[in-house]
C-alpha cells in the first residue's frame, strides 16, 4: 500500500489542478454565455443559445476527442497541449450546464424584487449588480455544487486523453502491480473524499452569503 | 415639500392641511426642493387605457389628484386598482392615454413642442418624484434595514454614506423602527418590514406615495401599527398619497377623497362623508353592503 | 483530401458508425430500465425506519454519485475477475452505468416521495390502506408524475455518457468513430458525426421527455 501513495497523490494534484482550472473557465464561460442569452441582440442571443445547447447536448467525451484529435488535423492544423485540451473541454463543457443555472437562479429571484428596485429609481445595472445577481448567487450555489461535483469526476476522462491525473496513474499503477483491488478501491476513497471536502467548501460559502436571510440546504 | 410662501393658494374647499402648511418646519426630513406650482394637479390622468391582451384593465380613465390630498381608491378585485398604480410608477407601460406628474408628462416630453416618447433619463427623473409601498413589502432579503433604506439614495442621490445613513436613521425612527436598523427582513415581523418598506420609499424623498393594499399581507393585528404610520406621514409632513386599501374605516377617517373602482373606470368619488353615508350607484351599494356584512 | 469536411467519406462511413450506435441505444436502454427500478428500490430503502438500512444505504449511494463513472466500470471489469465474477465487457458497462445511475434516480425519487403533501399519507392510513396499496395507488402516482422531467434528463444524461464504456473496450459509437479515424487519419468526419448523433438523440429525447410530461399532466 504504501508505494501506492506517492504517485496517486502526485495524479490527485493533477487532478485537482484540472479541476480548479477548469472550474474558472466555466464560471466565465456560464456569466458570458447567460450575459448572451440575455441581451437584447438576437445575434448575441442566438449564439449564445447555440453554445449551450451543442456543449450540453454532446458527450463530454466526445468533446475532449473532438479537441484531442481532430483540431491538429487539417483542416484546423491547431495542436493544443493535452492539459489546454482538459481545460478547455471541461470548461466549455460546464460552462453550458452552469448558464442554466445560473439563468434558473436569476428567474427564482422574485419580481417583487425588480419592482422595488424599479421604484426606488436604481439604475439598472445597480439593480443587477447589487439586488438581483446576490440573492441569484445564493439561490444558484446548491445546483452548483451539484455541477461542480460533475466536474471533478469529469476530470477522470482526461486520463483517456493521456493526461497523467489520477485515474490514469490509478491505471498506471495497476499494469505495473496487478494490486487491482486496493488500487481502484483507494482511488474511488480519494474522489469521494475530495468530493466531500468540496461540498463542505460550498456550504461554507452558502452560509456566509445567505448570512442574514433563511437557510438552504446544500445537496 | 413647501416652503413658506406657498401657504396662500387654497388647494381644496375642505382640505384639512391647511393649517399645517403654515406650520412648516424647513428641517423636515421628508422635504424636497421648492418649486412646484400650486395650481396644477399633482397627478393627473388622462385617459388612461391599460389592456392586456384583450382584456381591459384600465378603461380611458380620467383622474386628478391635487396636491398633498389623500386619496384612498377601493373596489372589487380585478377592476384596475393597483394596476392604475403599477402604471403610475412606470412598472408597467400604457397601452394609451397620457400621465402628468407634478406638471410634466410622465412617460412622454416635450421636443420642440411636441410630445414624443420619453428618454430614459427623463422618465428616471419624472419617476423620482414617486415612491411606492408594496402588498408584499419586497425588501431586499440580503440587507439590513438600514441597508435597505440607504441603498437607493447612495445610488441614485449620490449621497455620502454617512449622509445617507443619517437621513435612513430619521426614517427608520419616524416609523418606530430605530432600534432595528440593523435587523435583516427575515428576522422582523410582517408589520416591521412593511414599515421599512415605507422608510425606505421616503428616503428617495418622493412627492407621491403610492400605497398598494399594504396592509393586505398582514394579520390583522399588524395592521394597526402600518395604519399608524401613515397616519402620522398625512398629518405630519406634506406628501400626496394615492392608496388601494380594503380598510373602509382607516379610507373613511383618513382620506379626502375616496374612489370607487369597478371594470377599469371610476364609478364614484367623494369625500368619505357624502361616499360612505350616500353611495350613489347601485354597484357601489352593492360593494359596501358586502364589505359590511363581512367585518 | 483538401476539403472541409468529405461527405463522400462521410457517407461511407455512416453505415459503421449506425451499426455502434445501435449498441449505444441498445445500453442505454437496458441500463435506464434496471436504474428505473433500482433507484425506486434504494429511495423506498432510505426512506425506511430501521436506522442502520437508510444510513447504510445512504453512505453507498453517496459514495457512488460521488466517484467517477469510469472508475466504477474499471472495477466491475477488471476487479470483480480477481474474485471470481467475470462479465463481458458489454455486461460490464451496461451493469456499471445502471448503478451509477441508478443512484441519481434514487434522489430523484426521493425528492418526489418526500414532495407528495404528508396529508396523502395522513388520508391513506385513515382509509386504512395497506402499504403495498399506499404506494402503488396513492403516492407513487403522484410522486412520479412530478419526478418526469428530471427522470428524461438523466435519460439523456445516461446516453451520453455512454462513450466512457469505450476505455473497458465496448465497441459502442465512440469506440467506433476513434477506431475508423485511426485507421485512415481523417478523425474530423467521424468524431464529428458521432457528436451530431448525440445532439440529434438529446435533442429529440428532451422533446419526448417534455411531450410524456404533458400527456400525463394532471387537469
Known amino acids: 500500500m504504501r508505494e501506492l501513495f506517492p504517485l496517486l497523490l502526485q495524479g490527485t494534484l493533477v487532478t485537482i489542478g484540472i479541476a480548479v482550472c477548469s472550474t474558472l473557465l466555466a464560471i466565465a464561460m456560464a456569466f458570458a454565455a447567460t450575459a448572451a442569452r440575455l441581451a437584447p441582440w438576437a445575434p448575441l442571443r442566438w449564439i449564445g443559445n447555440v453554445y449551450v445547447e451543442v456543449f450540453r447536448g454532446t458527450s463530454l467525451l466526445v468533446q475532449l476527442f473532438w479537441f484531442f484529435f481532430v483540431l491538429p488535423l487539417p483542416p484546423f492544423h491547431l495542436e493544443l497541449a493535452p492539459f489546454t485540451v482538459a481545460i478547455v473541454g471541461l470548461g466549455l463543457h460546464y460552462g453550458a450546464y452552469g448558464s442554466e443555472i445560473l439563468r434558473g437562479a436569476l428567474r427564482s429571484v422574485p419580481g417583487g424584487q425588480f419592482e422595488a428596485a424599479l421604484a426606488l429609481n436604481l439604475s439598472p445595472l445597480t439593480r443587477m449588480r447589487r ?14 455544487t451539484n455541477l461542480m461535483i460533475e466536474l ?7 486520463s483517456l486523453i493521456t493526461l497523467s491525473d489520477l485515474t490514469f496513474r490509478a491505471r498506471q499503477l495497476d499494469e505495473a502491480t496487478f494490486k487491482t483491488a486496493q488500487i481502484f478501491t483507494l482511488t474511488l476513497v480519494i474522489y469521494f473524499v475530495l468530493a466531500q471536502i468540496l461540498v463542505a467548501l460550498m456550504r461554507y460559502f452558502e452560509r456566509r452569503a445567505s448570512h442574514g436571510m433563511s437557510q438552504r440546504t446544500v445537496r | ?55 381591459t384593465v384600465l378603461d380611458r380613465l380620467d383622474l386628478e389628484i391635487a396636491r398633498n390630498e389623500k386619496v384612498a381608491i377601493i373596489g372589487p378585485s380585478g377592476s384596475g386598482k393597483s394596476t392604475l398604480l403599477r402604471v403610475l410608477m412606470t412598472l408597467d407601460p400604457l397601452t394609451g392615454g397620457t400621465i402628468e406628474v407634478d406638471g410634466e408628462p410622465l412617460t412622454h416630453m416635450r421636443k420642440n413642442g411636441e410630445l414624443v416618447p420619453a428618454s430614459v433619463r427623463h422618465l428616471r427623473r419624472v419617476r423620482s418624484k ?11 432579503p440580503h440587507m439590513t434595514a438600514l441597508a435597505n433604506t440607504i441603498e437607493a439614495p447612495m445610488r441614485v442621490h449620490d449621497l455620502s454614506r454617512k449622509e445617507a445613513t443619517d437621513r435612513a436613521r430619521e426614517l427608520l425612527s419616524l416609523v418606530g423602527l430605530e432600534d432595528k436598523c440593523d435587523h435583516y427582513p427575515s428576522q422582523l415581523s410582517g408589520g416591521q418590514q412593511q414599515r421599512v418598506a415605507i422608510a425606505r420609499a421616503l428616503a428617495m424623498r418622493p412627492k407621491v406615495m403610492l400605497f398598494d393594499e399594504v396592509t ?3 394579520d390583522p393585528e399588524l395592521c394597526g401599527e402600518v395604519l399608524n404610520v401613515i397616519r402620522r406621514l398625512g398629518s405630519e409632513h406634506n406628501l400626496t398619497m394615492l392608496m388601494v386599501t380594503h380598510q373602509m374605516g382607516f379610507a373613511r377617517e383618513f382620506a379626502d377623497r375616496v374612489c370607487f373602482f369597478s371594470e377599469g373606470k371610476i364609478l364614484e368619488q367623494g369625500t368619505p362623508q357624502e361616499f360612505f353615508a350616500a353611495p350613489q350607484h347601485q354597484r357601489t351599494q352593492q360593494f359596501l353592503r358586502a364589505v359590511r356584512e363581512a367585518i | 483530401m483538401n476539403s472541409f469536411f468529405d461527405l463522400h467519406y462521410a457517407a461511407h462511413i455512416l453505415p459503421a458508425l449506425l451499426r455502434a450506435s445501435l449498441y449505444t441505444v441498445l445500453i442505454t436502454m437496458v441500463g435506464f430500465a434496471i436504474a428505473l427500478v433500482l433507484g425506486l428500490v434504494l429511495a423506498i430503502l432510505r426512506r425506511s425506519h430501521l436506522k442502520p438500512l437508510s444510513r447504510g444505504v445512504g453512505f453507498v449511494v453517496e459514495f457512488i454519485r460521488s466517484t467517477p463513472l469510469l472508475i466504477q466500470v474499471y472495477v466491475l471489469f477488471y476487479v470483480l475477475p480477481v474474485y471470481g465474477i467475470t462479465m463481458s465487457a458489454l455486461t460490464a458497462g451496461t451493469v456499471g452505468i445502471a448503478l451509477h445511475y441508478a443512484c441519481y434516480t434514487s434522489e430523484v425519487y426521493r425528492a418526489g416521495l418526500n414532495g407528495v403533501a404528508r396529508g396523502q399519507w395522513e388520508a391513506a392510513c385513515a382509509l ?35 462513450p466512457v464504456l469505450s476505455a473497458i473496450t465496448v465497441v459502442e459509437l465512440m469506440q467506433q468513430a476513434k477506431n475508423i479515424g485511426s485507421e485512415t487519419f481523417r478523425y474530423l468526419e467521424p468524431i464529428t458525426m458521432a457528436g451530431l448523433f448525440f445532439l440529434l438523440i438529446s435533442v ?9 410530461e404533458f400527456r400525463l399532466r394532471l387537469p
Not at chain 1, 445577481?133 to 450555489?141: E, G, S, V
Not at chain 2, 418649486?35 to 396644477?40: H, M, N, Q, S, V
Not at chain 3, 429529440?204 to 410524456?212: D, G, K, M, S, W
Open chain 1, 152 to 158: 471533478l469526476k469529469g476530470t477522470s476522462l482526461v
Open chain 2, 1 to 55: 415639500m413647501k416652503t413658506d410662501t406657498e401657504t396662500s393658494t387654497p388647494l381644496q374647499p375642505d382640505a384639512p392641511v391647511m393649517e399645517k402648511e403654515m406650520n412648516r418646519d424647513p428641517a423636515d426630513v421628508l422635504s424636497t426642493a421648492a418649486g412646484c406650482e400650486a395650481e396644477a394637479p399633482m397627478v393627473r390622468f388622462a385617459g388612461v387605457t391599460k389592456c392586456y391582451g384583450a382584456l
Open chain 3, 128 to 162: 386504512s390502506l395497506s402499504p403495498w396499496r399506499t404506494y402503488s395507488g396513492v403516492i407513487l402516482p403522484q410522486a412520479i408524475r412530478a419526478v418526469i422531467p428530471a427522470l428524461g434528463n438523466y435519460l439523456v444524461a445516461m446516453f451520453k455518457d455512454t
Open chain 2, 130 to 140: 414617486i415612491g411606492m409601498v408594496f402588498q408584499s413589502f419586497n425588501l431586499f
Open chain 1, 131 to 144: 439586488i438581483i445577481l446576490p440573492q441569484a448567487m445564493i439561490n444558484a450555489l446548491p445546483p452548483a
Open chain 2, 216 to 218: 393586505s399581507a398582514l
Open chain 3, 204 to 212: 429529440t429525447f428532451a422533446q419526448l421527455v417534455r411531450r410524456l
